[in-house]
């Protein structure tokens, strides 16, 4: 891996859009889930305003999706007021794409899929109680349950509501995403530069993360902003600004 300082305008020159990670990359990481009146309410870091005006900088040079593990309502919330032409939203591990004021599925489900995602998240229910588990994050597909640390009886809910190892089970250091293995940032993002005519190659990803590395294949430039848990071409360390620091580089090197 190459250190971020070492990119150049010349590796910048074939690309035409960037792809971004949310959590750990363009915001603060971390989730805590607050009980207000008798409601639970999911607490998370906001974009600073450095982020939001470089990505709209940026937006004017490159095309821009953040694609998350995040629901799009969440994603809206946090991104809405920079959707454009120019700049789009994925949502629960790519699995839906926010274009042209809809959102749009990359990826239909097959019923089988379906049921036991729902066998999963009913056995889940079970593990709530035990110490450390925070409690699910609303998603329209995929599973994702909070928690302070790995819990052990979760794999054990997965492996026998999924006896055919359907599903990917992955722990992301603050949560566990569970969804179907044909699932991943790859497929959103094959999708879209289908949509808008882009090639892989013309395509830069900046992620931190296991959902991030099948985004990150046979793509122009990968980044990463851990290289402790995610190998791309060139490293940037500060996991939360990490992303800061890139794009104010790419703004630099475009000036
Ligand atoms: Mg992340």
């Not at 990119?7 to 971390?30: E, H, Y």
């Not at 991104?79 to 790519?94: D, K, P």
Request: charged share 25%; with cysteine; aromatic share 8%.
């Amino acid at each position: 891996m190459k250190d971020l300082s070492l990119l150049t305008t010349a590796d910048l020159l074939p690309i035409k859009m960037i792809f971004f990670d949310a959590d750990g990359v363009t915001k603060r990481k971390g989730t805590d889930f607050e009980k207000i009146e008798g409601k639970w309410v999911m607490k998370t870091w906001g974009l600073t305003e450095v982020m939001k005006s470089g990505l709209e900088k940026l937006r004017q040079y490159y095309i821009v999706c953040i694609t998350s593990g995040r629901s799009m309502s969440y994603l809206l919330d946090v991104y809405g007021t920079l959707v454009s032409n120019r700049f789009y939203l994925q949502s629960e591990i790519g699995m839906f794409c926010y274009k042209d004021g809809k959102n749009c599925n990359t990826c239909d489900l097959t019923s089988e899929e379906i049921s036991v995602l729902g066998e999963i998240k009913l056995g889940l229910k079970k593990v709530l109680a035990i110490e450390g588990v925070k409690g699910f994050e609303p998603k329209e597909r995929i599973i994702t349950l909070h928690c302070r640390h790995e819990i052990p009886e979760v794999l054990a809910v997965v492996a026998e509501a999924d006896p055919r190892g359907l599903m990917h089970c992955w722990w992301n250091g603050e949560a566990y995403d569970i969804l179907p293995k044909r699932v991943d940032k790859g497929v959103g993002e094959k999708w879209l530069c289908q949509s808008l005519g882009i090639k892989l190659s013309e395509v830069m990803v900046v992620g931190n993360g296991i959902n991030d590395q099948e985004q990150g294949q046979k793509v122009g430039i990968s980044v990463t902003t851990d290289p402790d848990h995610l190998v791309a071409d060139f490293e940037v360390r500060g996991e939360e600004r990490g992303g800061d620091a890139l794009v104010q580089q790419i703004l630099h090197l475009r000036a």
